[in-house]
């Protein structure tokens, strides 16, 4: 099993003059305790559930990039970019751009996009529902073909590209991992089957239903379902303090149990989980995923 840790909050003790010292240390943190992934959202507001629109948040590229550099194995990406934000072939030279000063460990996390209020705020398209999941579809071709250095052009219905060059290519080959997140059963579960290595759902009591349902798209795209690595998103908002070792253990274990190859952990404002993680991982990673 894997484990890895997701900063949604940058409201910090000091104000913004403290956001990238402590912003930082968790990374450093994350890194040195042997931590797997590190990840931040994709969002330009807060989102609820984690704090009022007004408060700090960080654009999660740039965060990326930072964290990059302060650190030397950890993994890196955004849990997860809505596909409405960046042109599809300018977000795959942005997670290019971080995989290469990384020394090849960004992770493409993509998804259909949700949160009306800051796209409407920010003056970015939000268009319905049904054309979110065509940009979706066309945005995760586009991937593949760049990082394929495929520069014969795109003619999508949303996205047209006469020349999807792409220099340079990604250190991590063939491509940093693909995570579509979402658990939508008709079309984001598929596209996971026909595109993605990995997969992001809640941990909540539908998550083996929705991986039996991935299971299912697997099977009508041809695709091995162990080849997808499966990921939980746990979050510690609403909690009265800190899970302790033994808790993390537990919640990691039960998950294994339910086929999760990778729990990350969303840790709530106040809240600095880099250093239970870390002593919990030598049990963590005794752990083996059952249902693949």
Not at 27 to 44: C, I, K, N, P, T
Not at 151 to 159: D, K, L, P
Request: charged share 25%.
């Amino acid at each position: 099993m894997r484990i890895g840790l997701q900063v949604p909050s940058f409201t910090f003790p000091g104000g913004p003059e403290r956001i990238a010292a402590e912003y930082g240390r968790m990374a450093r943190e994350a890194d040195q305790a042997g931590l797997h992934s590190f990840w931040v959202m994709d969002h330009f507001f807060q989102i609820p559930g984690v704090g009022p629109a007004e408060d700090p948040m960080l654009e999660g590229y740039t965060a990326l990039a930072y964290a990059a550099a302060l650190t030397e194995r950890i993994t890196l990406g955004t849990l997860v970019t809505g596909v409405t934000y960046r042109h599809p072939g300018i977000l795959v030279k942005t997670v290019t751009t971080l995989d290469v000063l990384s020394g090849g460990r960004a992770w493409l996390g993509i998804g259909a996009a949700w949160n009306e209020e800051e796209s409407r705020g920010l003056g970015v398209p939000f268009p319905p529902t049904a054309e979110r999941f065509e940009r979706l579809e066309e945005a995760l071709r586009i991937a593949h073909r760049m990082w394929k250095g495929d520069e014969s052009a795109f003619e999508g219905v949303h996205y047209r590209l006469e020349r999807p060059l792409n220099s340079p290519q990604p250190v991590r080959r063939p491509h940093p991992p693909i995570l579509v997140g979402g658990t939508g059963e008709k079309k984001t579960l598929r596209f996971v089957a026909k595109y993605a290595d990995a997969c992001n759902i809640f941990a909540s009591e539908e998550l083996p239903h929705k991986l039996e349902v991935l299971r299912e798209h697997c099977e009508r795209e041809g695709r091995d379902y162990a080849d997808i690595e499966k990921t939980a998103l746990v979050s510690t908002h609403g909690l009265p303090g800190e899970p302790s070792v033994d808790q993390v253990v537990d919640t990691v274990g039960r998950l294994g149990e339910a086929g999760v190859d990778h729990v990350i952990y969303s840790q709530a404002a106040g809240h600095d989980l880099a250093g239970v993680l870390g002593e919990a991982l030598p049990q963590v990673e005794k752990i083996t995923p059952t249902g693949r």
